[in-house]
Every structure is written in C-alpha cells, then in structure tokens.
C-alpha cells in the first residue's frame, strides 16, 4: 500500500518569503495566514526565512488589560502586542501565566491547543456554528437545515 504522507519537517519551523515591504528582525511576531510565527534571524524584505510556529514565548503585550492562564490571545499587528481583542487581529495562542492589567508582557504558546475556544459537547440534533463572520467564537445551535 502507498504511503499517504510523508514526513516533511517536525512542524516547529516555516519557511518563509518575507513579503512584506520592510525588513523582519530577528524576534519579530509575523502573521503567515492563521499562523504566527517568529523570526529566528533577521529576514530582508524579498528573502527567504525561518519562523518558530510553536513554543512558549515571552511577547509583548498591551498594558491596559490583565490576562489568565488559559486567556486566547491575539496578535495586534499594528500595535505589536499581544491582546485579548478578538476584531481585526490574528490569533496568536493560549496565555501560561497570569498577567496585571498594567503589564507588559506576557507568557504565549503560540498556536497551540484549542485555541479557537471550541465549546465542548453539543447535544443530539446540534452543530457547531460560528458566531459571526469576522469572530472566532462558536457556539452549538440546532440544526435548522
């Protein structure tokens, strides 16, 4: 029988063409369609690249809202920070530890786990529906089809 798949790479790394118009630094959060990855080396604008897809992060974050363990995060790519709002930012992972409303940093897994909050359950005659179309929430409904 002929092997469906095929190892490629362990998944902790990307490679990627920097085509964003400005040079990416080594330690920069770059949004690569629903994943975030960070730099592990400076990236020319028009070059080749490597970004870490996984892993726990020290990241920066706004300071005017406090998160849990266990929070899902979003990348603020204009701010670059890390945030709890959901509209018009990437999601970014789950948070590891707890941090005050007026710190600045934050502790990530980027990428990770159920991080688009799937509610679990459901009952007989259910599906899962998203809440909007520009949200990232779900939520089990009837099946009205």
Not at 7 to 35: E, F, M, R, Y
Request: glycine share 12%; aromatic share 6%.
């Amino acid at each position: 029988m002929a092997r469906m798949a095929t190892p490629h790479k362990n998944g902790a790394v990307i490679d990627w063409i920097n085509g964003t118009g400005s040079n990416v630094a080594a330690g920069d959060v770059v949004v690569v369609g629903c994943l975030v990855g960070v730099a592990v080396a400076d990236i020319a604008n028009g070059e080749s690249g490597v970004l870490e897809v996984t892993g726990s992060w020290v990241l920066p974050a706004v300071n005017d809202t406090a998160f849990s363990a266990g929070d899902l995060l979003y990348w603020d790519a204009t701010a670059k920070k890390a945030t709890k709002t959901e509209a018009g930012n990437a999601v970014l992972g789950a948070c590891l530890a707890a941090k005050a409303d007026t710190g600045t940093t934050c502790i990530c897994l980027i990428n990770q786990g159920n991080v688009h909050g799937i509610p679990a359950g459901g009952n007989n005659g259910q599906i899962l529906k998203k809440n909007a179309d520009t949200s990232w929430s779900y939520a089990w409904a009837a099946d009205l089809t």
